[in-house]
C-alpha cells in the first residue's frame, strides 16, 4: 500500500531549483524537492457580529447607502467609521444618494476561487457623492473594459437575491 491510499492525490514530482546559480556547490534544498500536490476541500462556518458596522449593512439591505460624518470636523467618510479618523470624535450616520465618480480602478483576470466571482473582475474606487473620502468596491455591468474610465459617473446597484455576505448586498455599476 502506498500513495493509492490518498484519495485526493493529483501529482507527485521533483521540483526544480529555481536559483540554481545562486547555488554553486549544490541545491541546499534538494532532500525537500520532492513535492505531492493534492485538492483538499475546507469548509468553515464563522459567527461573526459587524459591531459598530452594523447599521451600514441593515441599510444596504434597505437598498439604502449610510455612511458616517463627524460633527465636530464635518468631514463624510466614504466607508463608514465609528470614529473620526482625523479629530476621534464618534461620528453620526448619514445616508448618501448613492452616486458617485469612479477615482481609480483596478482589473484582475484572475481571482481566487473563493471569490466566486466572473472575471475580469474590477475594483473600484468611488469618490461618493457627499463624501470627503473613497469607497473600494467591485464595478459590475461595464460593458468592456475598455469602456471604464476615470471620472464616469457610477451608482450604488442593490443585490435582488438572496448573498453569502452583508457586503455582497452592494456593488457599482455606470450610472
Same mark, same amino acid.
Given at each position: 500500500?502506498?500513495?493509492?491510499?490518498?484519495?485526493?492525490?493529483?501529482?507527485?514530482?521533483?521540483a526544480?531549483?529555481?536559483?540554481?546559480?545562486?547555488?554553486?556547490?549544490?541545491?541546499?534544498?534538494?532532500?525537500?524537492?520532492?513535492?505531492?500536490?493534492?485538492?483538499w476541500?475546507?469548509?468553515?462556518?464563522?459567527?461573526?457580529?459587524?459591531?459598530?458596522?452594523?447599521?451600514?449593512?441593515?441599510?444596504?439591505?434597505?437598498?439604502?447607502?449610510?455612511?458616517? @460624518?463627524?460633527?465636530?470636523?464635518?468631514?463624510?467618510?466614504?466607508?463608514?467609521?465609528?470614529?473620526?479618523?482625523?479629530?476621534?470624535?464618534?461620528?453620526?450616520?448619514?445616508?448618501?444618494?448613492?452616486?458617485?465618480?469612479?477615482?481609480?480602478?483596478?482589473?484582475?483576470?484572475?481571482?481566487?476561487?473563493?471569490?466566486?466571482?466572473?472575471?475580469?473582475?474590477?475594483?473600484?474606487?468611488?469618490?461618493?457623492?457627499?463624501?470627503?473620502?473613497?469607497?473600494?468596491?467591485?464595478?459590475?455591468?461595464?460593458?468592456r473594459? @475598455?469602456?471604464?474610465k476615470?471620472?464616469?459617473?457610477?451608482?450604488?446597484?442593490?443585490?435582488?437575491?438572496?448573498?453569502?455576505?452583508?457586503?455582497?448586498?452592494?456593488?457599482? @455599476?455606470?450610472?
Amino acid at each position: 500500500m502506498g500513495t493509492e491510499l490518498i484519495s485526493n492525490l493529483l501529482e507527485i514530482f521533483t521540483a526544480e531549483d529555481p536559483m540554481p546559480f545562486d547555488h554553486p556547490e549544490g541545491d541546499p534544498w534538494k532532500d525537500f524537492r520532492q513535492i505531492m500536490r493534492i485538492e483538499w476541500k475546507m469548509e468553515f462556518t464563522y459567527r461573526h457580529i459587524l459591531g459598530k458596522y452594523s447599521k451600514f449593512f441593515i441599510e444596504l439591505a434597505n437598498k439604502r447607502f449610510f455612511t458616517t @460624518e463627524c460633527p465636530k470636523c464635518g468631514k463624510v467618510w466614504g466607508i463608514p467609521r465609528p470614529l473620526c479618523a482625523d479629530c476621534l470624535t464618534i461620528t453620526r450616520w448619514k445616508e448618501l444618494p448613492g452616486t458617485g465618480v469612479l477615482s481609480s480602478f483596478s482589473v484582475s483576470y484572475f481571482v481566487p476561487a473563493f471569490m466566486k466571482v466572473e472575471t475580469p473582475y474590477v475594483l473600484a474606487l468611488v469618490k461618493m457623492d457627499g463624501a470627503d473620502t473613497l469607497f473600494t468596491h467591485q464595478l459590475r455591468n461595464f460593458g468592456r473594459v @475598455e469602456d471604464i474610465k476615470v471620472g464616469m459617473p457610477v451608482k450604488v446597484a442593490y443585490a435582488t437575491e438572496p448573498v453569502s455576505h452583508p457586503m455582497l448586498l452592494m456593488w457599482f @455599476e455606470p450610472a
